[in-house]
Each structure stands twice: as C-alpha cells, then as structure tokens.
C-alpha cells in the first residue's frame, strides 16, 4: 500500500477511534491557589474536558473539600451529563473516599495521573498556565466571590472565543456544532498530503 494512502487510512481510523471514544468523557480536575487583598487565600477548582477543550468551571472560595468538590461535579454533570472518566492527581482533596463513592455511584472511572506526569492531565494543565499567566498575576481579588464572578465571564468568553490548535483552530463552541467533526474529517484528509493535520485528527 502507497505510504499516502496508509497514512491516510490511518488518519480517518484515529479519528473515528476519537469520535467514538472522546466524545465529551474524560474531565481533567486541578486546583490553584491565588490570593485576595486581605492576603487570604483563594482556591480555583479548575475542570476541563478534555474531548473539545471546554473550560467547565473554575469554582473559587476559600476552602475546597472533597465534599465541594462532588458538589461542583453534581452541578456539572446536570449541565452536562457525566462523563466516563474523571482525570486527577493524588491531592486529598481527590484521594478522598468521597470523591471515590461519588464515582461509583455516577459510573465514573476515576483515573489518577503519576506523580510528576503533567502530560497525562495536560489539557487541565495548560488551562492552569493561562489563567496564571493572564489573569492571576498581578492581580489581587476582592474576595472570592468577585473571583468567582471574574473567572465565570472568563469561561464563557474563552470556550465562545478563544481558538484552539488541537481543535484546529476553531473555538471549544464552533467544534461543538453539528457537523464540524465530520467537515474536519474532510479538511484532515486533504491536508495530510501537505503534511499537515489538526492535531485532534492527526494519525497515532
């Protein structure tokens, strides 16, 4: 078989693989730590889907337990629906019985990254960055709730507005709609050819 057309084969089996696999089921947790004017801290619970880059949420307060932590996934999954695996590090806040049962119940599986291994949560990971990078430093909230505020206009605008290599180039919304999956298909195999492919669609 020309080198081309496997490579091409081999592209439309990794985004079918995608399609049917990713769609929306793995979540990626993590928190940061920011402060307010009065120098308390403030705690961002930051959860993403991995799938088309969705910034879910970033809960802030000043204290986040594991029972908040179910609580935020409760709402989520309401908005949402549950997905199929849930992605965190060893923190208490995640190695907790609680967040285990909550799983269970929710048929979640709930997958910890290795200590050290920043690629496997990645997509939670490059959120972290760009929040500190744009958004925390420098700046000194209020409260938590003019944080919790701040970072909900955030998260609208980004997943409406913000574009995204990995969903080749469109937004976290423009990859949602019906029928953008099948027209980057499309786009993927003729790139391929110049060496090129969203990275969402690239072959393994």
Same mark, same amino acid.
């Given at each position: 078989?020309?080198?081309?057309?496997?490579?091409?084969?081999?592209?439309?089996?990794?985004?079918?693989?995608?399609?049917?696999?990713?769609?929306?089921?793995?979540?990626?947790?993590?928190?940061?730590?920011?402060?307010? +004017?009065?120098?308390?801290?403030?705690?961002?619970?930051?959860?993403?889907?991995?799938?088309?880059?969705?910034?879910?949420?970033?809960?802030?307060?000043?204290?986040?337990?594991?029972?908040?932590?179910?609580?935020?996934?409760?709402?989520?999954?309401?908005?949402?629906?549950?997905?199929?695996?849930?992605?965190?590090?060893?923190?208490?806040?995640?190695?907790?019985?609680?967040?285990?049962?909550?799983?269970?119940?929710?048929?979640?599986?709930?997958?910890?990254?290795?200590?050290?291994?920043?690629?496997?949560?990645?997509?939670?990971?490059?959120?972290?960055?760009?929040?500190?990078?744009?958004?925390?430093?420098?700046?000194?909230?209020?409260?938590?709730?003019?944080?919790?505020?701040?970072?909900?206009?955030?998260?609208?605008?980004?997943?409406?507005?913000?574009?995204?290599?990995?969903?080749?180039?469109?937004?976290?919304?423009?990859?949602?709609?019906?029928?953008?999956? +099948?027209?980057?298909?499309?786009?993927?195999?003729?790139?391929?050819?110049?060496?090129?492919?969203?990275?969402?669609?690239?072959?393994?």
């Amino acid at each position: 078989m020309p080198y081309k057309e496997e490579a091409r084969q081999a592209l439309w089996k990794s985004f079918r693989m995608a399609q049917a696999l990713d769609a929306g089921v793995t979540w990626a947790a993590d928190f940061q730590f920011h402060q307010s +004017e009065d120098k308390r801290v403030i705690k961002l619970l930051n959860i993403v889907c991995k799938y088309d880059q969705r910034w879910l949420t970033s809960r802030a307060a000043r204290y986040i337990d594991a029972l908040r932590v179910t609580a935020t996934l409760d709402s989520l999954v309401a908005e949402n629906g549950a997905p199929v695996y849930l992605c965190v590090d060893h923190g208490p806040e995640f190695i907790a019985g609680l967040l285990a049962d909550w799983c269970a119940a929710m048929g979640v599986e709930l997958h910890f990254t290795e200590p050290g291994s920043l690629r496997q949560k990645g997509v939670v990971e490059a959120l972290n960055g760009r929040v500190r990078d744009e958004h925390l430093n420098g700046k000194l909230f209020l409260d938590a709730t003019e944080a919790q505020a701040i970072f909900d206009h955030l998260r609208v605008d980004d997943n409406a507005n913000r574009r995204h290599i990995s969903l080749g180039y469109l937004t976290p919304a423009e990859f949602r709609e019906p029928g953008t999956i +099948e027209q980057l298909q499309v786009l993927a195999g003729a790139a391929k050819y110049k060496g090129w492919a969203p990275p969402q669609l690239r072959a393994a």
